[in-house]
């Protein structure tokens, strides 16, 4: 259920926590791919499996998704200091891979993109995807200006998720804490 006075997430689930983290991370690339014309049921599991694979094998990871409007897709300016990358287009690499009918070029592309987004997703950071698929930037921070009332609060990975929870442009939050 979700607490919309705080926007916090509360599991009472009984299944096993890796079932639980595999059903939010799937809500999650439903976000991702919301706006994909094209292969949307590929592009979401091969984002589903690029995401899992960086839990795995990361300390923590902090992903937001934000509206894709092409050309003007803008980083909120809440995100500060990160590096803005030209797009890496999940579904275009699915759809080239399968038009090249699983070329080894076009395999080879598609696997390098994928490794290269996984460490992105692993730098310490916010990596930033869009509604179409696409990831747009990484290693961006939240500045926190924190009030003496709130120095106990949990650490920085928190506080830039609660921050993010409340900004407008950003469409969803997904937060792995060791």
Do not use: W
Not at 10 to 25: F, T
Not at 37 to 62: F, P, V
Not at 68 to 84: A, M, S, W
Request: net charge negative.
């Amino acid at each position: 259920s979700r607490d919309n006075k705080n926007n916090n997430l509360v599991s009472l689930s009984l299944k096993d926590i890796e079932d639980i983290v595999r059903d939010e991370v799937a809500d999650f690339c439903d976000v991702i791919v919301r706006d994909v014309k094209r292969d949307k049921s590929e592009s979401k599991e091969m984002i589903n499996k690029a995401i899992n694979t960086a839990i795995q094998r990361g300390h923590g990871n902090l992903i937001v998704v934000i509206e894709d409007k092409d050309e003007d897709t803008v980083i909120p300016d809440v995100l500060k200091n990160g590096v803005k990358v030209t797009p890496i287009d999940f579904p275009d690499l699915y759809f080239s891979y399968f038009q090249g009918k699983g070329s080894i070029e076009n395999h080879s592309a598609l696997e390098k993109n994928i490794d290269l987004i996984i460490s992105m997703m692993n730098h310490d950071g916010i990596t930033v995807f869009t509604t179409k698929g696409r990831v747009v930037g990484f290693h961006y921070i939240v500045e926190n200006n924190i009030k003496k009332t709130e120095e106990n609060e949990g650490g920085s990975r928190h506080k830039a998720y609660n921050k993010l929870c409340t900004t407008q442009q950003i469409m969803a939050v997904l937060m792995r804490s060791q």
